[in-house]
């Protein structure tokens, strides 16, 4: 027995956990005699602290076999220790008298302080077999690769001692497991029954002669419980102890332990118990990568880990690029290291259980493959042949009972990294590879198509687990999409991201569609300029106008030449260009383009239709802001009622008609027909949208501008706090909306007098609208208004004349002389000169 092994075996005999057993076998290598605890400590990841006091405790029930160690101090303590341990182990009887040989044929197994990350699993494991009352069975069960052969052999060696009637190790691989056990028996017990006999009475007769003391049988690899187990177990009797190691799933009627992959931390401590730890804390990033690469399964990181050792000058940046190039075929995973027991390579451990599956279940395990590696909604209810149904429900149940597919909850599950790497190489390898890869595809743009461009809190809720799957169709295999579809995943991904104002998630989509669209189908396609104005739209929403114009405008001539003048799509630039147009003040170019899409939109539509109430609404907006109230009203109106009808009551649009409603109400001073339609629009914003929405935010400002000018100053500093606070989280703190929010609050803060924390933030608004509006913007003059107002009543004057000429300069040009914030500033630019020089 080497020194290691003699280490554990007393380890269990003197009853130390998994982490005391770790700390004295380190502490009493030879090799490690001369270190001192805190680089022993190093060693296993704990701090010396915590070394110390295993070591106390080793020392503790030690004592109970070496009453001599009570009495020594710690160094004393372990060369006590040290000698008591040596003698034992060189054949002398000092220390106690020499306990019975333990008979065993317990397989090779790596040095325990090699085997990490399973000290619970060891725990449950001899926990569930001490619990019967009649013969104990527990199977380990887990997917390939995972560890399970290596676990009952840890067990049979660290819990040796337990099992004075022995440890009989049989392979259900190889030959009768009944001619195993009566070898076993023979051999080490001397038992031999007349040739003569049955097997089964042969049995009978070993297990009723069989040596004293609980007994451990471990059945390695089970593939047929009732063939490779059953007529071989013992009689029941609590002494008898049955283990069996298992890529099946059995019912619930045999307690089993579940193994797992290694967590993160674990599979570290494989890989660094492998590979020179200067190494891997060289590329912290990389190793980490590695690790989610190979899904921590024990089996490829320890084929990663000899296999790094054996090419000292490979960068680890280097192999992981060449392990997502080859996957499963590169030379590190693909075979197994002779130096270790496991005789087979990753895929070669998976095509084991692969064989053993029918055809419809290996297709399954393709198809589920090409989803994503991200929880997987899969359901056979929507299947309506009932034979077809029961076909793929097997195929499930076979691919679980195998380890090949985990159940996370009813209709959801999970391909581990590498099977999923499996199963994809298995359908490469297919003749139908193709034809298998442009059904899912056209399956996923069904799902694409149920998302619509303001999803609301029902479609986020039910399509978001779909999305991963989304984006593994654009980005891998969007070769398989038509023509008719190509640019739907994009699109639709765009759509749902940009829906929820998580901006920075939709851009990628919205580019990368324009990209896809130009490659696959030339610049002068109309999905090239739907790309390009969605993208464009986005840009609006975020604020970057001068990026939204150039492609609103390449997009509308686009549609133009491919379309025609008669075209809804035309129609449609035409709004989203005059909205950029309004954005940034330019509005009689606006209000052009505004009727020109409504009245294209009534010839193509007639009046019924959700785009002609957009029309409306948004002219109705221009309406309001250039102070044409009495033109603004019966859009708003007529835009209101159709959205209802055609909507309903419970749609964003509706909210947001009720919303620019009541804006004109408050602008007229109508404020007690504002404030119900406000608190609806909020009210119906959150229900549909989500507290976490721009709309909402919109809404908490405007209900908060009505409450200033009502004079209900605490509620509308808190609407404007909130209205403030979900603006910057969810647009960042360069945006439009921030710089309004900003702006408002410091109105509210100019009414209440207080002078400094309004100072603040009117310039803060000041700033930013000149870094994202331009120094030629209505809300430009607005904030040099504001700030002009404020310096006028906390005796600046000097500063005040100069910022009254710019914002008046800028409202007649961009304004116009008539409109009411050119009014409104030549009012208090009037009132500052006659007070000023009076």
Same mark, same amino acid.
Request: net charge negative; charged share 25%.
């Given at each position: ?9 007393? !380890? ?161 691989? =190889? ?24 097997? @089964? ?31 071989? &177990? ?64 024990? +089996? ?33 995973? @693909? ?15 998976? !095509? ?55 159940? &996370? ?17 298995? &359908? ?93 189908? @030339? ?11 969605? &993208? ?85 907006? +221009? ?108 647009? =960042? ?75 008046? @300069? ?29």
């Amino acid at each position: 027995m080497q020194w290691a092994d003699f280490l554990a075996n007393e !380890a269990a005999t003197h009853g130390l956990s998994p982490e005391q057993t770790a700390a004295f076998v380190e502490r009493l290598k030879t090799e490690n005699s001369g270190k001192s605890e805190a680089k022993l400590a190093s060693e296993l990841n704990i701090g010396a602290a915590a070394f110390k006091k295993r070591m106390a405790e080793v020392y503790e029930k030690f004592a109970k076999s070496y009453p001599e160690l009570a009495t020594s101090n710690s160094r004393g303590k372990l060369e006590k220790l040290r000698a008591c341990l040596t003698n034992k182990y060189n054949g002398a009887h000092v220390a106690q008298p020499t306990i019975k040989e333990i008979y065993q044929n317990i397989p090779p197994a790596v040095p325990f302080e090699k085997f990490v990350g399973r000290e619970v699993e060891l725990e449950k494991l001899h926990q569930q077999l001490q619990t019967s009352q009649q013969v104990a069975i527990v199977a380990v069960a887990g997917m390939g690769g995972v560890g399970k052969t290596e676990l009952a052999t840890q067990y049979a060696k660290q819990h040796l001692q337990n099992y004075q009637g022995g440890v009989c190790w049989l392979s259900a691989q =190889g030959i009768d497991v009944g001619i195993q056990i009566l070898r076993f028996a023979e051999l080490k017990f001397k038992l031999i029954a007349p040739d003569d006999w049955e097997l @089964a009475d042969r049995l009978r007769y070993c297990w009723e002669n069989w040596q004293q003391g609980e007994v451990l049988l471990v059945f390695d690899d089970v593939t047929d419980y009732k063939k490779q187990v059953q007529p071989y &177990l013992p009689p029941e009797s609590p002494r008898f102890k049955v283990l069996l190691t298992t890529r099946l799933g059995f019912d619930r009627t045999l307690p089993q332990l579940a193994l797992d992959v290694l967590k993160p931390l674990a599979a570290m401590k494989l890989l660094k118990s492998l590979v020179d730890r200067e190494r891997l804390k060289s590329e912290p990033w990389v190793t980490r990568e590695i690790r989610k690469f190979l899904g921590y399964l024990p +089996l490829a990181l320890e084929l990663v880990g000899r296999y790094l050792d054996t090419m000292p000058d490979l960068s680890l940046e280097k192999l992981l690029k060449r392990l997502e190039k080859k996957r499963l075929e590169h030379e590190a995973i @693909a075979k197994a290291n002779p130096l270790m027991r496991y005789e087979y390579g990753v895929a070669e451990a998976f !095509a084991l259980s692969w064989e053993q599956l029918d055809e419809k279940a290996q297709s399954l395990g393709c198809w589920l493959s090409l989803y994503a590696l991200a929880d997987i909604p899969f359901s056979v209810e929507g299947i309506e042949d009932d034979d077809e149904q029961e076909l793929n429900e097997k195929a499930i149940s076979d691919l679980l009972e195998l380890h090949l597919l985990q159940r &996370l909850t009813k209709g959801i599950y999970r391909l581990h990294p590498l099977i999923r790497q499996f199963f994809q190489m298995k &359908l490469d390898e297919s003749s139908n590879a193709d034809e298998v890869k442009t059904a899912f595809v056209a399956q996923m743009v069904e799902v694409a198509y149920q998302i619509h461009q303001q999803p609301n809190r029902e479609d986020i809720f039910k399509l978001t687990s779909h999305m991963p799957h989304l984006a593994e169709v654009a980005i891998h295999l969007s070769q398989y999409l038509s023509d008719e579809d190509l640019i739907t995943p994009f699109t639709r991904l765009g759509f749902f991201y940009d829906g929820q104002a998580l901006y920075q998630q939709a851009e990628p989509w919205y580019k990368l569609c324009v990209e896809v669209a130009k490659n696959r189908l @030339a610049l002068e396609h109309p999905y090239v300029a739907t790309s390009l104005n969605n &993208l464009a739209a986005l840009y609006l929403s975020t604020g970057r106008y001068n990026e939204a114009e150039f492609l609103f405008e390449q997009a509308l001539e686009l549609r133009k030449r491919l379309l025609g003048e008669e075209h809804l799509d035309v129609a449609a630039s035409l709004n989203n260009l005059a909205e950029l147009y309004r954005f940034t003040g330019r509005y009689i170019k606006a209000e052009a383009l505004y009727q020109q899409a409504l009245e294209l939109n009534r010839r193509l539509l007639e009046e019924e239709h959700p785009d002609v109430a957009t029309n409306l609404n948004n002219l109705a907006l +221009l309406y309001g802001i250039t102070g044409c109230y009495s033109k603004a009203e019966p859009l708003f109106k007529q835009a209101l009622e159709l959205n209802r009808r055609l909507l309903g009551e419970e749609h964003p649009n509706v909210a947001n008609s009720l919303n620019n409603l009541a804006l004109l109400y408050h602008s007229t001073e109508h404020y007690s027909e504002a404030e119900p339609l406000f608190e609806q629009a909020l009210e119906l914003s959150r229900r549909l949208l989500g507290e976490e929405h721009p709309d909402v935010a919109n809404s908490l400002n405007n209900l908060a501008l009505l409450y200033r000018s009502t004079g209900r100053y605490s509620e509308a500093e808190l609407l404007f706090k909130q209205a403030l606070e979900l603006n910057r989280r969810l647009l =960042g703190e360069e945006h439009p909306n921030v710089a309004n929010s900003l702006n408002n609050l410091a109105e509210l803060y100019h009414f209440t007098e207080h002078y400094g924390e309004a100072k603040s933030l009117f310039e803060q608004a000041l700033e930013m609208r000149k870094r994202l509006l331009g120094k030629e913007h209505p809300d430009i003059a607005i904030s040099l208004n504001n700030l002009a107002e404020l310096y006028h009543f906390t005796g600046r004057d000097s500063e005040v004349e100069p910022l009254y000429q710019q914002a008046l @300069a800028i409202c007649e040009r961009t304004l116009g002389v008539g409109h009411p914030d050119t009014m409104r500033v030549r009012e208090n630019y009037a009132i500052f000169l006659r007070e000023a020089y009076r």
